[in-house]
C-alpha cells in the first residue's frame, strides 16, 4: 500500500507536438481506489504509463509511498498495470501465465505455486490452472491477468480499462468483484475508464481529465452535484446536465431536477417555458427531450420525471417547468468556469 503523486506532470509526444498530459497535479490517499475518467484521447493511459515508468515524462515528478521514482525503471517501482488488452500468453496454461513475472524474477518453484494459489483463491480461479486462454470466458482471462499482477504484491494497482473487452453484464458483474476484491487488499488503486458509470460505482474519488488536464477531483457524488466546469457537467450524467444561456452567464441543471412548476416550492425557483418535443419511457420515469421556448432549437434540454410524477404530458406542448434554486449551478457563458462557488470536493 502507497500514496502515489504527481506534480506538475508534463507528458509531450514529438511526433505531433501533442501535449498528451499538460500539467497533472493528483494525490491517491493510502488504500484509495481513485477512478480517472475522461474522453478518448485526454490523457489517461499516457499518464499511467508515466506513473508506471513506461513513459519518461517532459516535466514534473512521479512519487511513490513518498519517494520520487523518476529515476527508477518500472520493474523497482512495485506497480502493478494491467491493460486493456489482458496480453495472456496464448500458449501457456493460466498457472504459467500467473507465475510467469515470479520466474523472471528467479523465484523458485514453489514459493510460485504457493503465491499462486493464492492469488487464484482471492479470485476464484484455482480450477482453471490447467486451460488456456482460449478456453477461458472474457471474465476469466480478465481474473488470470489480475492474478498475475497480484501475485508480484504490488504496492500499487494501475487498471486501464480493465473491463472494457467484457459484455454489458458480464461487466457489471466484474466490475462488483473488483471493487470488493480491492477491499479486501486495500491496495491503493488507480482505474482508468471513459465510461462514467462505472467511474460512479467504482471510485472513492473521481478525477474528471479532459485534454491532458484534470479538471476536477472529488467524491462521485461530489464532482456529479458540484461539476467544476461545463465540461464536468456534460460529462458526468446519463442525460447530462442541461445547460441554457440567461442573463449573460449559463444556468445549469439536472434532468431529474427541472419538473413541472406545480410541484416545485420556493422563492428562489426559476421557470421556463419547456417545449417538449418527444418523450422516452425508461425504467418507469419517463424522459422528456425538447427546447426552451424562445430560445431555439440549439438549447436542448431533457427532464426526467420519476413515476410518482403523474403530471400528464403530450409532445408537441409547451409547459411552464421549474427547478428549485438549491439545484441551480451558474456558469460563466464563455470560459465554461462555474460562478457561483462549489460547494464541496472544488
Ligand atoms: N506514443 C505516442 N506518440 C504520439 N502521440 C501519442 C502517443 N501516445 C499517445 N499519444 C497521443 O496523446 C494523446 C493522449 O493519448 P492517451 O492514449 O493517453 O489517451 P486516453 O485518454 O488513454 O484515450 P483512450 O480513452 O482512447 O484510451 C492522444 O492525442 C494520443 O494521440
Ligand atoms: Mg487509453
Not at 486451460?131 to 494501475?158: I, Y
Amino acid at each position: 500500500m502507497a500514496i502515489v503523486e504527481v506534480r506538475k506532470l508534463r507528458k509531450y509526444f514529438d511526433a505531433g507536438g501533442v501535449h498528451a498530459v499538460d500539467g497533472v497535479d493528483v494525490a491517491t490517499e493510502e488504500g484509495e481506489y481513485l477512478v480517472l475518467l475522461g474522453p478518448s484521447g485526454c490523457g489517461k493511459t499516457t499518464l499511467l504509463r508515466t506513473i508506471a515508468g513506461l513513459e519518461v515524462p517532459t516535466e514534473g515528478e512521479v512519487l511513490i509511498g513518498g519517494h520520487v521514482v523518476n529515476g527508477l525503471p518500472p520493474r523497482a517501482r512495485r506497480i502493478a498495470m494491467v491493460f486493456q488488452s489482458y496480453a495472456l500468453y496464448p500458449h501457456k496454461s493460466v498457472l504459467a501465465n500467473i507465475v510467469f513475472p515470479l520466474k523472471a524474477e528467479r523465484i523458485g518453484k514453489a514459493e510460485r505455486e504457493r503465491k499462486a494459489g493464492w492469488a487464484a483463491d482471492l479470485l476464484g480461479i484455482g480450477h482453471l490452472f490447467d486451460r488456456k486462454p482460449r478456453q477461458l470466458s472474457g471474465g476469466e482471462r480478465q481474473r488470470v491477468a489480475l492474478a498475475r499482477a497480484l501475485v508480484r504484491e504490488p504496492s500499487v494497482f494501475l487498471l486501464d480499462e480493465p473491463l472494457s473487452n467484457l459484455d454489458a453484464k458480464l461487466r457489471a458483474s466484474a466490475r462488483d468483484e473488483l471493487k470488493s476484491f480491492q477491499q479486501r487488499i486495500g491496495t491503493t488503486t488507480i482505474y482508468v475508464t471513459h465510461d462514467q458509470v462505472e467511474a460512479m460505482g467504482l471510485g472513492d474519488r473521481i478525477a474528471v481529465m479532459y485534454e491532458g488536464r484534470v479538471r476536477q477531483i472529488g467524491k462521485p457524488v461530489e464532482v456529479y452535484d458540484d461539476p467544476a466546469d461545463t465540461f464536468v457537467a456534460t460529462f458526468l450524467g446519463s442525460p447530462p446536465m442541461n445547460l441554457v444561456p440567461r442573463d449573460g452567464r449559463l444556468i445549469g441543471f439536472r434532468p431529474e431536477h427541472l419538473l413541472p412548476e406545480e410541484i416545485v416550492s420556493g422563492d428562489d425557483r426559476i421557470t421556463l417555458p419547456f417545449h417538449v418535443h418527444r418523450l422516452e419511457h425508461l425504467s418507469g420515469d419517463r424522459h422528456l427531450y425538447g427546447v426552451v421556448k424562445g430560445l431555439g432549437e440549439e438549447t436542448r434540454i431533457i427532464a426526467r420525471l420519476p413515476a410518482t410524477v403523474s403530471v400528464p404530458i403530450t409532445p408537441d406542448q409547451t409547459y411552464t417547468f421549474a427547478v428549485h434554486g438549491y439545484h441551480l449551478r451558474f456558469f460563466d457563458a464563455k470560459s465554461g468556469e462555474r460562478t457561483d462557488p462549489v460547494r464541496v470536493g472544488g
